[in-house]
């Protein structure tokens, strides 16, 4: 069977930094496969889930280069869900509650007062049909719950977290539909699931007493509905936690315009979360395939993964460092070329920063003052200067060493400096010829005029 994975989120709010690793993790998964990766939007809350967040978790997703192989919508898929849920009726695994939210919240309270664990105690089960009857004749509309099979053990081997063992009656029967007819999410999830042929749930460990009820869920909805689809796979991954080990408010509503907006390149992201949380080193790899051939879930581990600002911004700039011409091209500011991408890339943090290094080429640069003696040798320096080799750079300091004896720092500062209004920078090599001869000699020489001060 093709591998099939998906992620599943409620068009609520816009996706942060878990969702964009549960996304990749399903991502990469499917593509090591061969396989295929679905988007599916969990909207059945009419309520909260908004159209505008739908197209911003498909922008996101755009921006990482995560593509999926199609899209589902909850919203319209009622109908499905309408008749697995009439099959199951009919099979006797949902069964309508009428307690109002308060009263169920007072048995909760009233169970975990006796020290009892509070699970549903099923009392709705025990009404009669002329108690139903007279319910729904106050015009008090029921919701349902999955009803749960307390003899059968709920058993699976999880991709992360290896055997695990949940006892049915320690569980509450799910609410799987409001009083007003709309869904819980765990049914039809579970029923997209097998209809959509998923192979692998993967997903935060926040879902595995989600998983205990749905596999009862996949099995009764097979049994009701007569498909032999098999049951997934599930991995439940540890939760990502802020840097300090704590699960951190901010890393909540942290996403992808955060990100962009400070700098950060998608494949930084991509390359961070691709890692975070197994024992495989996080580093900067730029090339998809490698972090697919890499994945692997038995890395994983059962400690939260910590998500680390700092590390997120070494490995972006370890990124831009190597990034190809070609894949910055369109993002440069006109005239700069392969070679003065290459001259300027290894002083970049950010992408933001590529303007003020090309300054230095463009100008206009700010010199500082030089002594009387720096302003002479200067003016030697421009008319040293010989652009008719292959390396100018090479050339105006050998000329210079030899009928100056100035070395080292006494030799290089001032030419720097009078060049590019900086004590540090790129590559002198790389970044002269890209100045120019004309504009060069202009540099030296109005730095080397007497008295001579700043914009140049
Ligand atoms: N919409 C659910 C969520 O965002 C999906 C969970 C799942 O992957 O099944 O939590």
Same mark, same amino acid.
């Given at each position: 069977m093709t591998v099939t994975t998906r992620f599943a989120p409620s068009p609520t709010g816009t996706l942060h930094v878990g969702n964009i690793r549960t996304a990749l993790h399903n991502w990469l998964l499917a593509r090591k496969n061969g396989g295929r990766f679905l988007l599916r939007i969990d909207d059945t809350d009419a309520e909260r889930s908004r159209e505008e967040y739908v197209d911003a978790i498909r922008a996101d997703l755009a921006w990482l280069g995560l593509d999926y192989d199609g899209e589902e919508r909850q919203s319209a898929r009622l109908a499905q869900y309408e008749a697995a849920f009439a099959a199951l009726k009919d099979a006797g695994r949902v069964y309508p509650a009428y307690e109002t939210a308060q009263e169920l919240e007072l048995k909760r309270k009233i169970a975990l007062g006796r020290g009892l664990p509070p699970i549903y105690d099923r009392a709705a089960l025990d009404l009669t049909d002329a108690e139903r009857a007279a319910k729904e004749a106050e015009g008090i509309a029921p919701h349902w719950r999955f009803k749960l099979d307390h003899a059968e053990s709920i058993v699976w081997t999880d991709g992360i977290r290896g055997e695990q063992k949940f006892d049915a009656a320690q569980l509450s029967d799910p609410v799987i539909r409001r009083a007003d007819g709309s869904w819980l999410y765990m049914l039809p999830s579970a029923i997209d699931d097998i209809e959509m042929?998923?192979?692998?749930?993967?997903?935060?460990?926040?879902?595995? *007493?989600?998983?205990?009820?749905?596999?009862?869920?996949?099995?009764?909805?097979?049994?009701?509905?007569?498909?032999?689809?098999?049951?997934?796979?599930?991995?439940?991954?540890?939760? #990502? &936690?802020?840097?300090?080990?704590?699960?951190?408010?901010? #890393?909540? *509503? #942290?996403?992808?315009?955060?990100?962009?907006?400070?700098?950060?390149?998608?494949?930084?992201? &991509?390359?961070?979360?691709?890692?975070?949380?197994?024992?495989?080193?996080?580093?900067?790899?730029?090339?998809?395939?490698?972090?697919?051939?890499?994945?692997?879930?038995?890395?994983?581990?059962?400690?939260?993964?910590?998500?680390?600002?700092?590390? #997120?911004?070494?490995?972006?700039?370890?990124l831009i460092h190597q990034m190809p011409f070609a894949q910055v091209a369109e993002r440069l500011p006109a005239g700069i070329d392969e070679a003065g991408w290459h001259a300027i890339r290894p002083n970049l943090t950010t992408m933001a920063d590529v303007a003020e290094w090309w300054n230095l080429v463009t100008g206009p640069i700010t010199a500082p003052d030089f002594s009387e003696e720096d302003r002479a040798y200067l003016v030697q320096a421009?008319?040293?200067?010989?652009?008719?080799?292959?390396?100018?750079?090479?050339?105006?300091t050998g000329t210079l060493k030899e009928a100056t004896g100035r070395k080292g720092k006494a030799l290089f500062l001032p030419l720097r400096q009078a060049l590019t209004g900086m004590d540090h920078g790129p590559d002198m090599k790389e970044l002269l010829p890209l100045i120019g001869e004309t504009e060069a000699r202009r540099r030296l020489e109005q730095s080397g005029a007497a008295g001579s001060k700043s914009a140049s």
């Open positions: 042929g998923v192979t692998d749930v993967l997903r935060g460990e926040d879902h595995v *007493s989600n998983t205990a009820v749905q596999i009862q869920m996949f099995t009764a909805l097979r049994g009701a509905m007569g498909s032999d689809a098999p049951m997934p796979r599930f991995a439940h991954e540890a939760l #990502l &936690v802020g840097s300090e080990g704590k699960l951190s408010k901010r #890393l909540g *509503s #942290l996403g992808c315009a955060a990100f962009r907006e400070r700098g950060i390149e998608p494949q930084a992201i &991509v390359a961070l979360l691709a890692r975070l949380g197994t024992s495989q080193p996080v580093e900067p790899i730029a090339d998809r395939q490698t972090l697919i051939d890499t994945f692997d879930l038995s890395t994983f581990g059962r400690a939260p993964a910590r998500f680390d600002d700092g590390e #997120l911004e070494r490995i972006n700039t370890a421009a008319a040293a200067l010989d652009f008719s080799g292959d390396d100018p750079w090479q050339a105006l």
